[in-house]
């Protein structure tokens, strides 16, 4: 079984500064990780993931996150925020075979101030 | 965007009727999956399909049944609405295999039970 902690359920930050989020799972079989956005009243949109290889994942807009199979962390960073990232944010994992089920943390709340 | 819609997208109903939402694919996506999304819970699995007229429980699946006739079509019921089930309910499709169990995710639809 799996399971997902985000601790942060909001995070303000100026626009410009960096920004993490927090990922911390836990699991006893091999995992694929995941970050989703999800904007106002849409539905979620695929971020970025890490199914192997490299531990460092980037997204075209410039967020990335960086596997860390000792700490079994997944955060999520940006150096530089934009108003327009303001939304909540979900880490999600599921194993890495069988019905490749999700297990959704709580998610962290983004807001952008100018 | 992947093609995934669900119906219908607001429903306000009374305790103790039978309500039932529809999600449909046009990818010919293997797997489906029913969420509902609540404020401090995240995502929480209701139920998902592993292929027509195969389906499982979720970590939430009390008071609700599935079905999928067809691959393109997954209706969640519920049996006889209640106020704890009022919440934002989303589909989810994926292609499934090794490398590629990225979930996409349908607009949602918002429930409120009476």
């Known amino acids: 079984a799996q399971s997902v902690t985000q601790l942060d359920s909001q995070v303000p930050v100026f626009e410009e500064a960096p920004v993490e989020l927090r990922c911390n799972y836990s699991?006893?079989?091999?995992?694929?990780l995941f970050w989703y956005v999800q904007y106002p009243n849409q539905g979620l949109q695929l971020l970025l993931k890490y199914l192997s290889g490299s531990t460092l994942v980037e997204s075209i807009n410039g967020f990335e996150a960086e596997f860390n199979k000792s700490q079994t962390s997944f955060h999520l960073r940006k150096p530089s925020v934009h108003i327009s990232d303001t939304a909540e944010y979900f880490c999600a994992v599921s194993g890495s075979s069988g019905t490749y089920k999700y297990i959704f943390g709580t998610g962290t709340r983004l807001k952008v101030l100018a | 965007d992947a093609g995934i819609t669900q119906s219908p997208r607001h429903k306000v109903t009374e305790t103790g009727t039978p309500v039932t939402l529809r999600c449909h694919q046009t990818?010919?996506?293997?797997?489906m999956y029913w969420y509902r999304q609540d404020p401090g819970h995240g995502l929480r699995l209701i139920h998902y399909s592993y292929g027509v007229k195969d389906t499982d429980k979720g970590e939430v699946s009390d008071g609700y049944s599935v079905s999928r006739s067809k691959t393109e079509d997954f209706l969640l019921t519920l049996e006889s609405a209640t106020s704890s089930q009022t919440s934002v309910y989303f589909c989810?499709?994926?292609?499934?295999?090794?490398?590629?169990?990225?979930?996409?995710f349908g607009p949602g639809t918002r429930l409120t039970v009476l």
């Open positions: 990818e010919n996506h293997r797997y």
């Open positions: 699991s006893s079989v091999s995992v694929y």
């Open positions: 989810a499709i994926s292609p499934g295999g090794q490398g590629s169990n990225e979930q996409f």
